[in-house]
């Protein structure tokens, strides 16, 4: 039975290192997202920007403040790397495995005239970007972010950037309280600026960004799409 279990174990401890091997290199190096930007994603490189991480610092502030942004620093420097890799990616406490899935709403009225038209899905496509992308909110939209417990802020890559990716930062605040509040960090491309991107889900009406959260990371969890 020893001998059985001690067999089973390392059986799921190597096809979890081929699963997090997925998630191990560039952004987009295994095919891990899209096909359709994956290959120009790779153009990144691995680390990011300074100007990058500027952005996303500016942007994060004016959406939770400067007070509150700060308060979650000492928690994501002593706390979080720790957790990635001692828990969170550590193959010999799970097995992993590649799970897809899809978080559905309710159908968004954005003129609030109760009808879900053409127009809509392209007032909520520009909305979208603006509150996702740009640096400083007005103050009804920076209101209305400030109050989610997890937002993403995904600064648009420069002009001429061939990569068409940028750093993310994700801000999160569970409870109200400095060792519940988080930062992450992401490679985020941004599809919704690229002519041919379409998003993997076939009944999606268009993508807007693709969020690379890779296994070497400390600054992130999980891959997302």
Known sequence: THTHTHTHTHT????SRVTLKKYSGRAGEHGSVNASIDDVSRRHGWLWEFRDIVSCVIGAMDRQG???YLSAIPFVIEFVPIYKFVILVNPRIYRYQEVFINQWSAPIDVNTD???LSDNIKLTRQNMISVICDSLLETKSRNLVDSWPFAGHHPYPPAKRESVTA???QFSDLGGFCCCRS???SHTIHGHMIKYFKPRSD???YGIISVY????NPWSE???N
């Open 66 to 68: 400067f007070f509150e």
């Open 213 to 216: 959260l890779q296994a070497w």
């Open 222 to 224: 999980r891959q997302r």
């Open 12 to 15: 799921h401890t190597a096809s």
């Open 183 to 185: 930062v992450l960090i």
């Open 114 to 116: 109760s009808k879900i």
């Open 203 to 205: 009944t999606a009406a």
């Open 167 to 169: 750093a993310g930062m």
